[in-house]
Nanobody
Framework: QIQLVESGGGLVQPGGSLRLSCAAS????????VAWFRQSPGSEREGVSC????????RYADFVKGRFTITKDNAKNTVYLQMNSLKVEDTGVYYC?????????????????????WGQGTQVTVSS
């Protein structure tokens, strides 16, 4: 059974940091591009960051560039999103998702429709 499980969310003050994890089971992340999306209250889901299956290419939304970093631990089959300098507007539910790309690919998909397996999400609240 293919499953993505996010964790690491919580309540943090503005300027603080969190590290989100996305643990994959039933699939090998070596064959998938992985992305983080988020959905804030009253807003549509939006892409945050994407990492290619070969780990060599990343993509970040302008609103997180320089603050967030996406990485992958192949041994743990887990992807991380390190979030620094958090802002109130970063509040939302964060989801990870995967898109098949094959091993060794540098593809970093953009469209939400290209991702077909999603986690259940983890809540991030940035508030003083």
């Amino acid at each position: 059974q293919i499953q993505l499980v996010e964790s690491g969310g919580g309540l943090v003050q503005p300027g603080g940091s969190l590290r989100l994890s996305c643990a994959a089971s039933g699939l090998d992340l070596d064959y998938y591009a992985v992305a983080w999306f988020r959905q804030s209250p009253g807003s549509e889901r939006e892409g945050v960051s994407c990492l290619s299956s070969n780990g060599g290419r990343t993509r970040y939304a302008d609103f997180v560039k320089g603050r967030f970093t996406i990485t992958k631990d192949n041994a743990k089959n887990t992807v991380y999103l390190q979030m620094n300098s958090l802002k109130v507007e970063d509040t939302g539910v964060y989801y990870c998702a995967v898109a098949w790309s094959g091993s060794g690919s540098g593809w970093t998909p953009i469209l939400e429709t290209e991702f077909y397996t999603w986690g259940q999400g983890t809540q991030v609240t940035v508030s003083s």
